[in-house]
């Protein structure tokens, strides 16, 4: 078989696939770990800000638990493999919050934990964020986790090539074809499989225009060099816009804080140095920083109702997708190659209901 991508879908699938015997290749246009998910911050929670009352709203409570119950399993499965592989020594365990800085928004937090409870999610409301800045209210989640994203993909590399994985990098996929199952065509090959896995952040073949069916959003980051007396302990989202997303990290030169802005259009808002100064002034506003060591862009693709699109597509046998993540792939991801890989396999699970099979007649992003 065959996955094209090799960040967290592409990776999860092809060391769980590879674990159970299959033969397994994995085609890279640039270098693992480096795209989309070595770009992520990286929070490894079931707290995606206010998700779970929307899904209930939305749908109903079993889709919201199957939502939750799938975001658990790839938690876990990443917690097992930092443990048993050694992927990550930056891997830490931490509570993850949403917080509100105005009075109109604490009864959003309060439904969430309410709609969390439901879905067998432990979520504590607090009078406040432990943050240097005035809140109005926060929901915890306790003992999530954060890694640096490019160590583990680049250690969970390794660890598969060493069970057989053939992975493959610098070697962009041009084409995806139907042949006696799927051909796969770089611009020097090509390789024929049973199943192709379509691990790349919007699918590039198949029988479902997906760019039609999401969003794609870019995040405006940053990351401040700070001292340990005036670090922050946790994970933070903001549900107040702007939104901010907050959380600590490390370099080679020492403790950053990393701050997320406002999603903004892909290619419809243009002043793009105008989203870093805003952020570089509300982050020097609101925290005792010192330089701005590195600056970012990164683009996800949302879904018009924030379930994501995971699993064989019905119309092309052997051809699997995963897509939609609405920036919280980390979790999302791991939880997607679990499902993919337990589709090949042919075994049954719970979490492909609502992870859903296909986009075919949602309605569309306008």
């Known amino acids: 078989m ?3 991508g090799a960040g967290i879908v592409g990776l999860t699938t092809a060391y769980l696939l590879t674990e159970a015997g299959f033969s397994v290749t994995v085609l890279e246009a640039r270098r693992v770990g480096r795209q989309v998910t070595g770009r992520s911050t990286a929070k490894i929670t079931s707290q995606h800000s206010l998700i779970y009352r929307h ?3 939305t749908f109903d409570v079993e889709t919201a638990k199957r939502y939750a119950d799938a975001n658990c399993a790839g938690i876990n499965l990443i917690r097992q493999w930092v443990r048993e592989l050694g992927l990550d020594r930056d891997f830490e365990s931490k509570h993850a919050y949403a917080y509100s800085t105005g009075q109109s928004r604490i009864a959003d937090l309060q439904f969430e934990a309410e709609a969390a409870a439901k879905v067998g999610l432990e979520a504590e409301l607090l009078d406040s ?3 240097p800045f005035a809140t109005t209210g926060a929901l915890c989640f306790k003992d999530q986790a954060q890694f ?4 583990y993909l680049i250690g969970l590399a390794r660890a598969a ?6 992975i493959f990098e610098e070697t962009r996929v041009i084409a995806v074809d139907a042949d006696d199952g799927w051909q796969i065509k770089t611009a020097r090959s090509s390789v024929n499989a049973k199943h192709a896995v379509q691990a790349t952040n919007v699918p590039i073949a198949g029988p479902v225009r997906y760019d039609q069916r999401t969003r794609p959003r870019s995040h405006i980051a940053m990351a401040f060099h700070i001292e340990q ?3 922050i302990d946790g994970m933070f989202i903001g549900i107040d816009e702007p939104t901010h997303s907050l959380r600590m990290g490390r370099d080679q030169d020492g403790l950053l804080l990393v701050v997320l802005g406002a999603k903004f259009n892909t290619g419809h808002e243009g002043d793009v140095a105008q989203h870093f100064v805003n952020l570089e002034n509300w982050t020097r506003e609101n925290f005792q920083v010192g330089d701005a060591a590195w600056r970012w862009v990164n683009e996800d693709y949302d879904t018009a109702d924030r ?3 995971v699993g064989q597509e019905p119309k092309a046998p052997g051809l699997y997708i995963a897509t939609g993540f609405n920036a919280w792939g980390i979790s999302n991801g791991t939880a997607a190659g679990i499902l993919i890989a337990k589709q090949i ?9 609502r992870l859903r099979p296909s986009a075919q007649g949602l309605k569309k992003f306008q």
């Open 2 to 4: 065959v996955v094209i």
């Open 55 to 57: 899904l209930v709203e």
């Open 129 to 131: 964020a432990p943050l």
């Open 148 to 151: 640096n994203p490019a160590q």
């Open 161 to 166: 090539e060493s069970k057989g994985t053939r």
């Open 229 to 231: 007396e005036v670090a």
């Open 307 to 309: 379930m994501p699109f």
């Open 345 to 353: 396999l042919g075994e049954q699970t719970r979490l492909g209901v």
